[in-house]
Nanobody
Framework: QVQLVESGGGLVQAGGSLRLSCAASGRAFSLKRAWFRQAPGKEREFVAAVTWIGGVNTDYADSVKGRFTISRDNAKNTVYLQMNGLKTDDTAVYYC??????????????WGQGTQVTVSS
Protein backbone atom coordinates (compact mmCIF):
# COMPACT_ATOMS: atom_id res chain seq x y z
CA GLN A 1 0.00 0.00 0.00
CA VAL A 2 1.15 3.53 -0.76
CA GLN A 3 0.63 6.43 1.61
CA LEU A 4 0.51 9.91 0.10
CA VAL A 5 0.59 13.22 1.98
CA GLU A 6 0.03 16.54 0.21
CA SER A 7 1.12 19.96 1.44
CA GLY A 8 1.57 23.48 0.14
CA GLY A 9 -1.96 24.62 -0.49
CA GLY A 10 -3.25 28.00 0.59
CA LEU A 11 -4.79 31.31 -0.43
CA VAL A 12 -3.22 33.30 -3.26
CA GLN A 13 -4.28 36.18 -5.48
CA ALA A 14 -4.94 35.65 -9.16
CA GLY A 15 -1.68 35.68 -11.10
CA GLY A 16 0.27 34.34 -8.14
CA SER A 17 2.08 31.04 -7.61
CA LEU A 18 2.01 28.05 -5.28
CA ARG A 19 3.99 24.83 -5.10
CA LEU A 20 2.30 21.66 -3.91
CA SER A 21 4.23 18.68 -2.60
CA CYS A 22 3.24 15.03 -2.36
CA ALA A 23 5.40 12.82 -0.17
CA ALA A 24 5.03 9.08 -0.59
CA SER A 25 5.85 6.11 1.59
CA GLY A 26 5.45 2.42 0.94
CA ARG A 27 5.63 0.88 -2.55
CA ALA A 28 5.51 4.19 -4.40
CA PHE A 29 8.77 4.59 -6.26
CA SER A 30 7.93 2.40 -9.21
CA LEU A 31 4.42 3.78 -9.55
CA LYS A 32 3.22 6.54 -11.79
CA ARG A 33 2.06 9.67 -10.03
CA ALA A 34 -0.46 12.38 -10.79
CA TRP A 35 -2.33 15.40 -9.48
CA PHE A 36 -6.09 15.75 -9.68
CA ARG A 37 -8.36 18.49 -8.40
CA GLN A 38 -11.98 18.84 -7.38
CA ALA A 39 -13.86 22.10 -7.23
CA PRO A 40 -17.12 22.43 -5.26
CA GLY A 41 -19.98 20.75 -7.09
CA LYS A 42 -17.73 19.36 -9.81
CA GLU A 43 -16.16 16.01 -10.67
CA ARG A 44 -12.57 15.29 -9.74
CA GLU A 45 -10.47 16.10 -12.79
CA PHE A 46 -7.00 15.29 -14.05
CA VAL A 47 -4.36 18.02 -13.76
CA ALA A 48 -0.94 16.48 -14.47
CA ALA A 49 0.96 13.19 -14.41
CA VAL A 50 4.61 12.15 -14.30
CA THR A 51 6.39 8.84 -14.80
CA TRP A 52 10.05 8.04 -14.42
CA ILE A 53 10.33 4.55 -15.84
CA GLY A 54 12.87 4.64 -18.65
CA GLY A 55 13.00 8.44 -18.51
CA VAL A 56 10.76 11.26 -17.37
CA ASN A 57 7.46 11.74 -19.12
CA THR A 58 4.81 14.31 -18.23
CA ASP A 59 1.23 14.94 -19.25
CA TYR A 60 -1.02 17.93 -18.55
CA ALA A 61 -4.64 18.89 -18.81
CA ASP A 62 -5.17 21.53 -21.49
CA SER A 63 -6.44 23.98 -18.88
CA VAL A 64 -3.07 24.07 -17.07
CA LYS A 65 -0.56 23.63 -19.90
CA GLY A 66 2.07 26.35 -19.87
CA ARG A 67 1.18 27.39 -16.31
CA PHE A 68 1.70 24.26 -14.18
CA THR A 69 4.78 22.04 -14.00
CA ILE A 70 4.91 18.59 -12.43
CA SER A 71 8.25 17.25 -11.26
CA ARG A 72 9.68 14.64 -8.92
CA ASP A 73 12.55 14.13 -6.53
CA ASN A 74 13.39 10.43 -6.54
CA ALA A 75 15.64 10.67 -3.50
CA LYS A 76 12.77 12.07 -1.45
CA ASN A 77 10.05 10.03 -3.20
CA THR A 78 8.19 13.31 -3.59
CA VAL A 79 6.25 14.82 -6.46
CA TYR A 80 5.71 18.55 -6.86
CA LEU A 81 3.22 20.69 -8.72
CA GLN A 82 4.46 24.20 -9.44
CA MET A 83 1.48 26.39 -10.25
CA ASN A 84 2.10 29.78 -11.85
CA GLY A 85 -0.32 32.30 -13.28
CA LEU A 86 -3.09 31.03 -11.05
CA LYS A 87 -6.67 31.83 -11.97
CA THR A 88 -9.84 31.83 -9.89
CA ASP A 89 -10.92 28.75 -11.87
CA ASP A 90 -7.97 26.87 -10.34
CA THR A 91 -9.64 27.01 -6.92
CA ALA A 92 -10.13 23.41 -5.78
CA VAL A 93 -8.94 20.69 -3.46
CA TYR A 94 -5.85 19.18 -5.05
CA TYR A 95 -5.18 15.46 -4.65
CA CYS A 96 -2.04 13.48 -5.23
CA UNK A 97 -2.47 9.99 -6.66
CA UNK A 98 -0.37 6.91 -7.46
CA UNK A 99 -1.27 4.11 -9.82
CA UNK A 100 -1.02 2.98 -13.44
CA UNK A 101 -0.65 6.43 -14.95
CA UNK A 102 -2.54 8.47 -17.51
CA UNK A 103 -5.38 10.95 -17.08
CA UNK A 104 -8.13 8.52 -16.06
CA UNK A 105 -9.13 8.72 -12.43
CA UNK A 106 -9.80 4.98 -12.32
CA UNK A 107 -6.14 4.24 -13.07
CA UNK A 108 -5.14 5.36 -9.58
CA UNK A 109 -5.71 3.35 -6.43
CA UNK A 110 -3.79 5.40 -3.86
CA TRP A 111 -4.86 8.94 -2.95
CA GLY A 112 -3.76 11.61 -0.54
CA GLN A 113 -6.11 13.51 1.75
CA GLY A 114 -6.08 16.62 -0.43
CA THR A 115 -4.89 20.19 0.03
CA GLN A 116 -7.03 23.28 -0.53
CA VAL A 117 -5.97 25.87 -3.09
CA THR A 118 -7.98 29.09 -3.17
CA VAL A 119 -7.33 31.79 -5.75
CA SER A 120 -8.88 35.18 -5.08
CA SER A 121 -9.63 37.82 -7.70
Amino acid sequence: QVQLVESGGGLVQAGGSLRLSCAASGRAFSLKRAWFRQAPGKEREFVAAVTWIGGVNTDYADSVKGRFTISRDNAKNTVYLQMNGLKTDDTAVYYCAAGRGGPARGNYDSWGQGTQVTVSS
